[in-house]
């Protein structure tokens, strides 16, 4: 079945340091992948996205993922934490036919001051 | 930001009443989906749509049934809502364009059921 997995409910991290959320997926062929957040009572926001092309993709908010299909991860990096990125991310994956839209579940960022 | 809204915002029923949340779109895009937000399980797709009067289940579709009559409105119904259908439900839209795009989701409607 496909599937999206977030290894990490929790993370806490100092502000000004680095991040790296963990997202693996399990589908037949490359998914379509997205990275989400979301503040707290609000909806969700795209942060970034991959189709196609350049493994490295950058996003809003000083985001940026990495494709590697050898390991199926799609992993979000930020390269120095900022109090206000404290928020739940969610990894979403499409199936094949583009109609599902897959949720791993989530991962929620601490930031120590 | 995208044009969906999701009615109720909050809602509180009892068990064993029908329960219909909307979700109205003004981007005329061609796919909508309900899901549900619980703790620790992420967002769980419950039912899908691709077009007017075209509707899917996903992974968590007992106890719920959707209308789509017009491109612009979704309905989510729960026929006799029971405890277990207390969460948060978010409406997304997709544009469905060539390729892949990407979701827009609305506020959400927090559900509780007592």
């Known amino acids: 079945a496909q599937s999206v997995t977030q290894p990490d409910i929790h993370i806490t991290v100092s502000e000004g340091a680095s991040l790296e959320l963990r997202c693996n997926y399990s589908?037949?062929?490359?998914?379509?992948l997205f990275w989400y957040v979301q503040s707290p009572g609000q909806g969700l926001q795209l942060l970034l996205k991959y189709f196609s092309g350049d493994t490295l993709v950058q996003g809003i908010k000083g985001f940026e993922a990495e494709f590697k299909r050898s390991q199926s991860s799609f992993n979000l990096r930020k390269p120095s934490v900022h109090w206000s990125d404290a928020a739940e991310y969610f990894c979403a994956a499409h199936n094949n036919a583009g109609n599902m839209l897959t949720f791993g579940g989530g991962t929620r960022l601490m930031v120590k001051p | 930001d995208a044009g969906i809204t999701q009615s109720p915002r909050h809602k509180v029923t009892e068990t064993g009443t029908p329960v219909t949340l909307r979700c109205h779109q003004t981007e005329n895009h061609r796919y909508m989906y309900w899901y549900r937000q619980d703790p620790g399980h992420g967002l769980r797709l419950i039912h899908y749509?691709?077009?007017?009067?075209?509707?899917d289940k996903g992974e968590v579709s007992d106890g719920y049934s959707v209308s789509r009559s017009k491109t612009e409105d979704f309905l989510l119904t729960l026929e006799s809502a029971t405890s277990s259908q207390t969460s948060v439900y978010f409406c997304?839209?997709?544009?469905?364009?060539?390729?892949?795009?990407?979701?827009?989701f609305g506020q959400g409607t927090r559900l509780t059921v007592v």
């Open positions: 997304a839209i997709r544009a469905g364009l060539e390729g892949i795009t990407e979701a827009f």
């Open positions: 589908y037949g062929a490359t998914p379509y």
């Open positions: 749509s691709y077009g007017v009067k075209d509707t």
